[in-house]
T-cell receptor
Framework: GQQVMQIPQYQHVQEGEDFTTYCNSS?????IQWYKQRPGGHPVFLIQ?????EVKKQKRLTFQFGEAKKNSSLHITATQTTDVGTYFC???????????FGPGTSLSVIP | DSGVTQTPKHLITATGQRVTLRCSPR?????VYWYQQSLDQGLQFLIQ???????AKGNILERFSAQQFPDLHSELNLSSLELGDSALYFC?????????????FGAGTRLSVL
């Protein structure tokens, strides 16, 4: 079946350092979404990537979809304490396929 | 506030019991999804409904069932509960069944089975 992996599982960074999480699929994807879940909160949609090689930016966050549409990354520049949480990628093989969430990367930011 | 309402927020029950979790989607959303999140685990997709009909099934146990009513609210029924069913259960909604559409998550129901 379709597997979605995320690395790393945990990341501790000093405030101001950069952070990157990677999402990898065993199969080609239709699109990929990223969600953030703050501690004690619920997942909140961040972005969706559809095109091969697509890059989208949201302030300090940069999202990238691989050329082969099998992997994606989320990069945060100069982390802040407000970035703390778990970042999930959600992969879709086809438009009407069930969404598969990755296991998430838990980010801790040390002030 | 996502606009998705889940009740109750917390539920404590015993093994072997049956519980019902309720979800009201955002106004205008026709599709509802249920997820289970165990401690330190990712989001496990359980089931999806669209306009009252089951759309897709994930890793939902036979002891679990769900439905979506004409007013579009949904209920997730968990029976013969086991200790391992203790988890956070999220409901999400979207406008359409197409998974490219954004899912809006509720605050979740935390179930503790003792």
């Amino acid at each position: 079946g379709q597997q979605v992996m995320q690395i790393p599982q945990y990341q501790h960074v000093q405030e101001g350092e950069d952070f990157t999480t990677y999402c990898n699929s065993s199969t080609t994807l239709s699109n990929i979404q990223w969600y953030k879940q703050r501690p004690g909160g619920h997942p909140v949609f961040l972005i969706q990537l559809v095109k091969s090689g697509e890059v989208k930016k949201q302030k300090r966050l940069t999202f990238q979809f691989g050329e082969a549409k099998k992997n994606s990354s989320l990069h945060i520049t100069a982390t802040q304490t407000t970035d703390v949480g778990t970042y999930f990628c959600a992969a879709l093989k086809t438009s009407y396929d069930k969404v598969i969430f990755g296991p998430g990367t838990s980010l801790s930011v040390i002030p | 506030d996502s606009g998705v309402t889940q009740t109750p927020k917390h539920l404590i029950t015993a093994t072997g019991q049956r519980v019902t979790l309720r979800c009201s989607p955002r106004s205008g959303d026709l599709s509802v999804y249920w997820y289970q999140q165990s401690l330190d685990q990712g989001l496990q997709f359980l089931i999806q409904y669209y306009n009252g009909e089951e759309r897709a099934k994930g890793n939902i146990l036979e002891r679990f069932s769900a439905q979506q009513f004409p007013d579009l609210h949904s209920e997730l029924n968990l029976s013969s509960l086991e200790l391992g069913d203790s988890a956070l259960y999220f409901c999400a909604s979207s406008v359409a069944p197409d998974r490219k559409v954004i899912q809006y998550f509720g605050a979740g129901t935390r179930l503790s089975v003792l």
